[in-house]
């Protein structure tokens, strides 16, 4: 599957933003979709997943709360809704989409399609 992230910006602390990843290809309503995220100098690492049918979330703690995925499945799209965002929020996200027989997961090597990230900058 082909992934087309964006919604990205520069924002202040306590905004919100909404990131979007568009799904072409392989068929995306049978897999897990989740984001990374990624900082300068800093490994790749889970933010959200959501299952195929969009039954289960899966959030890392430092997000919980705070980040909402969701997924329209008629529209091959998975969403990152972000509110309150804060400065360690700063990152490049990526969306992806996880190998087929695989369900939800925060392992980054179940997903086997990624997009091309987008820049999320929070200031202080």
């Known amino acids: 599957v082909q992934l087309q992230a964006s919604g990205g910006g520069l924002v202040q602390a306590g905004d919100s933003l909404r990131l979007s990843c568009a799904a072409s290809g392989r068929t995306f309503t049978n897999v897990a979709v989740g984001w990374f995220r990624q900082s300068p100098g800093k490994e790749r690492e889970f933010v959200a997943a959501?299952?195929?049918?969009?039954?289960?979330?899966l959030y890392t703690p430092s997000v919980k709360g705070r980040f909402t995925i969701s997924r329209d499945n008629a529209k091959n799209t998975m969403y990152l809704q972000m509110n309150s965002l804060k400065p360690e929020d700063t990152a490049v996200y990526y969306c992806?989409?996880?190998?087929?027989?695989?369900?939800?997961?925060?392992?980054?090597?179940?997903?086997?399609?990624w997009g091309q990230g987008t820049q999320v900058t929070v200031s202080s």
């Open positions: 992806a989409a996880a190998r087929r027989g695989i369900g939800i997961s925060a392992v980054l090597l179940s997903y086997d399609s």
């Open positions: 959501i299952s195929a049918s969009a039954g289960s979330t």
